[in-house]
């Protein structure tokens, strides 16, 4: 839990160093149109190579630019390890409870037969409590936040609901986008549900949202079918 906690921390960073390389990159284009204007305006051809040579020189600034953006979002490879969901889930329970407003009623509820889990379990938890911070922050004036733990067809689903401010339709198509938040700067980076679903979907399953404004939100984590696969990677190796 500290180490989610770090993880948490991160996050925010992430968000005002993304911020501070977009500024970056915007000084280097700057130069790099300078550079093109005298060009296009000298006559004399060293003054002209100068010119590229300059552009270039931005050109690569702005590259290694791009790709420190890119190593700061591109989530840590995880450990995947075999684990009862439902246990994973109430022992975060203290957590989630303590992430809550005091406002904020939870609820949970585990299904007695889920099924077993391969997933890195420090994502596990992150992906529940970023998801409970959303809806935390929905319900500014309390609320009720439901966390169910169900078996659909051999999959694990988490549904986890709030009776928070809901999403406009237009907010909700871009929810998932990196670096989309409506939260005033400084207090969000806009990374959290991309990375729940990011890490959701490279393990094989899907992430859903349903909002009604003024009503809430439900998201729903729909877990891949390990044993499935498990079988299905033991069959190919035949
Ligand atoms: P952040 O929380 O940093 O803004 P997220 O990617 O987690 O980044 O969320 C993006 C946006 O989606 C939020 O700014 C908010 O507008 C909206 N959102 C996410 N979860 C909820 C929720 N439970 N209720 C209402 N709006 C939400």
């Given at each position: ?32 149109g300078?550079y093109v204007r005298?060009g ?199």
């Open positions: 839990t500290f180490a989610q906690l770090v993880q948490a921390q991160k996050m925010e960073a992430v968000g005002r160093l993304a911020s501070g390389v977009a500024h970056d990159f915007g000084n280097v284009l700057a130069v790099a300078g005298s296009l305006h000298s006559g004399n051809e060293a003054r002209m190579r100068e010119s590229l040579q300059g552009v270039d020189t931005a050109v690569n600034r702005a590259n290694l630019l791009t790709r420190r953006l890119l190593s700061l979002v591109r989530v840590e490879e995880g450990v995947e390890e075999w684990f009862d969901p439902g246990e994973a889930l109430k022992a975060l329970m203290p957590m989630i409870r303590q992430l809550m407003g005091p406002g904020v009623k939870v609820d949970v509820t585990v299904a007695d037969d889920l099924p077993p889990l391969f997933f890195d379990r420090m994502q596990f938890d992150l992906l529940v409590l970023n998801v409970a911070a959303n809806a935390d922050h929905a319900m500014p004036d309390g609320g009720g936040f439901s966390l169910r733990a169900r078996r659909d067809n051999d999959r694990l689903v988490l549904d986890l609901a709030d009776t928070g401010v809901g999403m406009e339709g237009d907010v909700l198509v871009h929810a998932f986008e990196p670096f989309f938040t409506t939260k005033p700067r400084g207090q969000g980076s806009g990374l959290g549900l991309s990375v729940v679903r990011d890490l959701v979907q490279r393990a094989g399953g899907s992430v859903n949202a349903e909002s009604q404004l003024g009503r809430g939100t439900t998201i729903s984590l729909r877990f891949a079918d390990a044993l499935a696969e498990l079988a299905e990677v033991e069959t190919e190796e035949r």
